[in-house]
């Protein structure tokens, strides 16, 4: 399916709700349309919410760069997985549910990121960062239900062990090519 075109508002409203009930793992991917407009908006979402995260600390453009790989790492993952399985006509729900989900625990994070800044030089920024962190668990628990449903896996815990590979992946990927921005942080 092939549509480009703007999507009218009530179906906007409805793959919204989707995203979010994929995102609370209430759904999966597949019950997303086949929708390249969804996809490029969801893709847009998870690029600029990643590049805003990052770039109080890395500066725009490397926030940027650091965004698009992470996505072309994550997309990429779970096209190799697919294509292994045949399952290819899978990717394009598979990576808008991911983008989607990926995005909207983006834009919870924004402002706990914001007060763990605002904190850190007074010390009392362990709750906030623990928030941070039960956001990431959350992100990855998603991500293993999307991965379970997308790759046809019989259960979480696989599911799981894909995104744990997958995020360990990007991480050191991420690393290797973006060295020494980090390590201009510490």
């Given at each position: 399916m092939n549509d480009i075109s703007p999507a009218p508002a009530r179906p906007v409203r409805d793959s919204l709700?989707?995203?979010?009930?994929?995102?609370?793992?209430?759904?999966?991917p597949q019950d997303l349309p086949p929708s390249r407009w969804l996809m490029r908006m969801a893709t847009a979402a998870y690029l600029l919410f990643g590049t805003w995260l990052l770039s109080d600390?890395?500066?725009?453009?490397?926030?940027?760069?650091?965004?698009?790989?992470?996505?072309?790492?994550?997309a990429?993952?779970?096209?190799?997985i697919l294509a292994l399985q045949g399952r290819l006509n899978r990717l394009l729900q598979t990576w808008t549910a991911l983008?989607?989900?990926?995005?909207?625990?983006?834009?919870?994070?924004?402002?706990?990121v914001a007060v763990i800044s605002s904190?850190?030089?007074?010390?009392?920024g362990g709750v906030s960062?623990?928030?941070?962190?039960l956001l990431f668990s959350w992100l990855l628990a998603v991500n293993a239900h999307i991965f379970r449903h997308a790759f046809g896996l019989s259960?979480?815990?696989?599911?799981?062990?894909?995104?744990?590979?997958?995020?360990?992946?990007?991480?050191?990927?991420?690393?290797i090519l973006f060295s020494s921005?980090?390590?201009?942080?510490?």
């Open positions: 709700l989707l995203l979010a009930q994929v995102a609370l793992m209430l759904r999966p600390r890395l500066g725009v453009m490397t926030a940027f760069l650091m965004s698009a790989t992470d996505a072309l790492l994550l990429g993952f779970a096209a190799f983008a989607g989900a990926g995005a909207l625990v983006s834009i919870v994070m924004l402002p706990l904190l850190v030089g007074s010390g009392e960062s623990f928030l941070v962190y259960n979480i815990f696989l599911g799981l062990a894909a995104a744990v590979i997958q995020y360990l992946f990007s991480e050191v990927m991420l690393a921005q980090l390590e201009a942080l510490t």
